[in-house]
């Protein structure tokens, strides 16, 4: 792992209870911020109500106003999403009613865009609407930093994510595809979205969750950045913010525990396949990521910083907390073709 990435572990990993809700309501009071949380919500009606629900209750009071607006952007669901979520209190607004001369297009990326035009908060939150046994930490640790720490602009939520698919009513069987099984989810973060990130951008290779679904940011920085319109919206944001504001503006912040739904391996590799291109357009662009290379590794094919290094991580055992970093080599040599091998050619030869 870089050195500046383990200094930057140690200045910017923080734990939500690090910051009060008390510090928190006195620091946005001070300076006067507004805080927008938004759900995208593409068929959430199982569990959106409760988020809502559990926001509303802990950080739109009176006497806890740290969230100023909750909207939900549905996604274009048919089920009673829309309804679930009013009922329980949020804004809802559908994905067709926002900028309709620009038509609306399928994608997670595409709404968190849109929200940005019905939202007014200079600081916004995204929650996805499919979590479990959310907490309102999950805003108020995201949102923290942004509140109390001026040279912060991007925070992402890091959590244990156990993969449980715990869906409504469900008794999962043992052993079930639906039920506990050993390892964590965020399956393509481990499999695609980190190797990506610590071996073209090692300076992100600390962030624990770098796909997560919980994260905050200033909208001064958000109305900067571009949007891929589907799944790769998480790393195109996190890459583009690095390249933006640089790795001493962003942050991560444990808040525990994430259940969420967990789709099926096909939608997964759909999912993978948006992330890689998300990646790729942005290796394309990032020829000046080469000129570091003498610093951090070889130049690969695309003239690209090519870091033979993976970090992973996990969760410290006993009262320790956060999350312990584990870094491997990565090999990245590869052989001639044989027939440039004399011993071979000489071979074929007799
Ligand atoms: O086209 C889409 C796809 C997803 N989502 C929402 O984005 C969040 C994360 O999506 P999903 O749960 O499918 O991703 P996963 O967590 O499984 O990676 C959820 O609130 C979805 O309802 C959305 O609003 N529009
Ligand atoms: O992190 C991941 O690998 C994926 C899939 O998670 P699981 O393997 O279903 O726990 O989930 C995340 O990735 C999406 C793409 O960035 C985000 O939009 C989701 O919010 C996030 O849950």
Not at 302 to 318: S, W
């Amino acid at each position: 792992m870089l050195e500046e990435v383990e200094r930057w572990l140690a200045r910017r990993s923080w734990s939500a209870a690090d910051r009060t809700l008390d510090q928190l309501l006195a620091a946005k009071a001070a300076r006067g911020s507004t805080v927008s949380v938004v759900l995208p919500a593409l068929n959430e009606e199982g569990t959106v109500g409760e988020i809502v629900s559990e926001i509303r209750r802990a950080l739109m009071t009176r006497t806890a106003p740290l969230v100023d607006e909750l909207v939900v952007l549905d996604s274009g669901s048919t089920d009673r999403t829309a309804q679930v979520a009013a009922a329980a209190g949020a804004r809802v607004v559908h994905r067709d009613a926002i900028l309709p001369r620009l038509p609306a297009v399928p994608g997670k990326g595409e709404v968190l865009w849109r929200s940005l035009l019905v939202t007014s908060g200079d600081v916004v939150c995204f929650v996805d609407a499919d979590l479990r046994e959310f907490s309102a930490d999950f805003v108020s640790g995201t949102v923290g930093p942004l509140l109390t720490d001026p040279e912060v602009h991007f925070v992402k939520a890091m959590y244990d994510r156990p993969l449980r698919n715990v869906t409504e009513g469900s008794t999962p069987a043992a052993g079930s595809s639906a039920g506990s099984s050993a390892g964590q989810g965020g399956r393509v973060t481990e499999l695609v979205a980190r190797p990506l990130l610590n071996l073209h951008w090692p300076r992100l290779a600390g962030f624990v969750q770098p796909l997560g679904g919980e994260y905050a940011a200033r909208r001064a920085l958000l109305e900067r950045l571009p949007f891929p319109v589907g799944y790769g919206v998480e790393l195109g944001l996190l890459v583009d913010a690095l390249h933006t504001v640089g790795l001493d503006a962003l942050a991560q912040v444990d808040v525990g525990v994430r259940l969420h739904r967990h789709q099926d391996d096909a939608a997964l590799g759909r999912m993978a396949a948006a992330i890689y291109r998300t990646a790729q357009l942005r290796l394309s662009r990032g020829r000046a990521a080469a000129g570091q290379a003498g610093q951090l590794g070889q130049v690969g094919q695309l003239g690209q910083l090519v870091r033979p290094r993976l970090t992973q991580f996990e969760r410290r055992e006993g009262g320790e907390g956060g999350f312990a970093p584990r870094t491997y080599a990565v090999d990245t040599e590869e052989r001639p073709p044989m027939r440039e091998i004399a011993e071979y050619t000489a071979g074929r030869a007799a």
